[in-house]
């Protein structure tokens, strides 16, 4: 699975887009980006994937540039309750294949 | 919405026993993960499980480790004869049909050995 390159934290104002970015330049043809977090010491929680065109569901956006080199997880509305660790990843999307987990962007959002 | 369920939510228990942790993946679901999580570091890979077998074992998953489905709605990690390190928040997962579907993750179980 290819590697992911995040920040290791950022802040947001609540109101406001949190804006998350991910590098993935080695990622291959077959290869999603998948985001999650954690907030505090719960389960990772799935929050949306795509493979090249941008994705939209009722959590978040994902937008892939065209290369797919990197990404960018938007919260367009960030709460308090969006403060956690944002985990980028990719992999392939056949099989069962494992999730690996890096170090996240820790995201604090602030009133 | 349908989620991965896991028993105990905590666990204290004597080092050198066996423990069991349970999970109930979601019900339609094939695919079924253990990870790992030590207190102040990354999420880790245990084993997949597929088809009634493991699929994929990480380093960690030793002998001491072992995973059963032993009917069709729970999935068990076993410990043997567990260790300190141990000591680690366990989750289990599972995945629809494998693919691009995204793994749902249970919230775990605190396993604390004493």
């Known amino acids: 699975d290819a590697k992911t390159t995040q920040p290791p934290s950022m802040d947001c104002a609540e109101g406001r887009a949190a804006n998350l970015p991910c590098n993935h330049s080695t990622i291959s043809g077959n290869e999603y980006v998948y985001w999650y977090r954690q907030i505090h010491s719960q389960g990772p929680q799935y929050i949306i994937h795509?493979?090249?065109n941008n994705e939209t569901n009722e959590m978040a956006s994902l937008i892939i540039t065209e290369d797919r080199k990197s990404s960018t997880l938007i919260l367009p509305h960030a709460t308090l309750r969006d403060t956690a660790v944002y985990y980028c990843?990719?992999?392939?999307?056949?099989?069962?294949?494992?999730?690996?987990f890096g170090a996240g962007t820790r995201l604090f959002v602030k009133a | 919405e349908p989620e991965v369920t896991q028993t105990p939510s905590h666990q204290v228990t004597q080092m050198g026993q066996e423990v069991i942790l349970r999970c109930v993946p979601i019900?339609?679901?094939?695919?079924f993960y253990w990870y790992r999580q030590i207190l102040g570091q990354k999420v880790e890979f245990l084993v997949s499980?597929?088809?009634?077998?493991?699929?994929?074992k990480s380093e960690i998953f030793d002998d001491q480790f072992s995973v059963e489905r032993p009917d069709g709605s729970n999935f068990t990690l076993k410990i043997r004869s567990t260790k300190l390190e141990d000591s680690a928040m366990y989750f289990c997962a599972s995945c629809a049909t494998g693919g691009r579907q995204p793994q749902h993750f249970g919230d775990g179980t605190r396993l604390s050995i004493l």
């Open positions: 795509g493979l090249k």
């Open positions: 990843i990719v992999r392939v999307g056949t099989g069962g294949f494992k999730t690996i």
């Open positions: 499980f597929y088809n009634n077998e493991i699929s994929e």
């Open positions: 019900s339609n679901h094939l695919y």
